[in-house]
């Protein structure tokens, strides 16, 4: 008897909600436009936050008040711009504006000192709280995977002990830059020929006793090809563009003395 009581209160509570919540729903409903729904349907379904905008959802309605562009998202490519463009029925504009994320660290486990070993947590924010993290290199790639375990389209990896991009994979989501504590991951032209791969800008010798794949400044690349290596602080940084002399990038790569460079073909 004692138990009855309270259950039946319960069970009218809940009816009750359930009528309410029933009530508020039909009250408050905002029905879409047919075009919202048509855009929603044209996007892929991914809800990675790329566009900027909460979800898909968000994307579709800010494309059909005209908030947004039709290419707005990030991942879906070419077909998901003209599907959408369908939808809002306007022309797709072609775009050569892709990108790709790069690691800007080379620094493998062989390469790489570490000041001492970890163990802990395997989150490269955690770590680096433990002064500054285990590698001598101030710039380099912690190892610890967090940028893997974020990315939602399985396009990086750690590899020998440094993250690694799988540039087919990729859709330039910025997730991975985001949680980067070194900042060492960034979004270049997926048509960027050459790529540094490295983000010390220690002196020669400090950086090659921390690194031996590391940058050292010693300025070849640029002096190599100059209109596609500049000097930043002891850091070689690629110029971007596509309209290289490949052969010529290819020179500039080989001497090198690190081997920090790699050309896309």
């Known amino acids: 008897m004692n138990l009855l009581l ?3 209160i319960l069970a009218v509570m809940g009816f009750v909600f359930a009528i309410a919540l029933g009530f508020i729903s039909d009250k408050f409903h905002v029905e879409k436009s047919v075009k919202e729904a048509a855009v929603r349907d044209a996007l892929p379904g991914a809800n990675c936050g790329a566009c900027g905008y909460p979800g898909c959802d968000g994307l579709a309605a800010a494309i059909a008040k005209g908030e947004a562009e039709v290419n707005a998202c990030a991942i879906g490519g070419p077909n998901t711009t003209a599907a959408v463009a369908a939808a ?3 022309e797709a504009t072609a775009s050569d504006d892709r990108k790709v ?3 800007k660290c080379n620094g493998t486990t062989e390469a790489a000192k570490d000041k001492f070993a970890y163990q802990g947590l395997e989150d490269c924010r955690a ?4 002064f500054g993290g285990k590698k001598a290199c101030n710039y380099g790639c912690i190892g610890c995977g967090t940028c893997e375990k974020t990315c939602p389209f399985d396009a990086i990896h750690i590899v020998d002990g440094v993250a690694l991009v799988n540039r087919e994979k990729c859709v330039a989501c910025g997730k991975c830059v985001d949680v980067c504590p070194k ?3 960034e979004l270049i032209p997926f048509s960027q020929k050459q790529v540094v791969l490295c983000s010390s800008h220690d002196k020669g010798k400090d950086a090659r006793a921390n690194c031996s794949n590391s940058c050292i400044g010693c300025t070849i690349c640029a002096k190599t090809y100059p209109e596609a290596f500049a000097m930043d602080n002891f850091l ?3 110029v971007h563009g596509n309209d290289f002399d490949m052969e010529l990038l290819k020179t500039a790569c080989e001497k090198c003395p690190n081997k920090c460079i790699t050309i896309n073909e």
């Open 88 to 90: 809002m029925g306007v």
């Open 6 to 8: 309270p259950m039946a």
């Open 236 to 238: 070689s940084k690629e």
């Open 127 to 130: 770590q680096i709280a433990l």
């Open 183 to 185: 900042n060492i991951i």
């Open 101 to 103: 994320a790069i690691v």
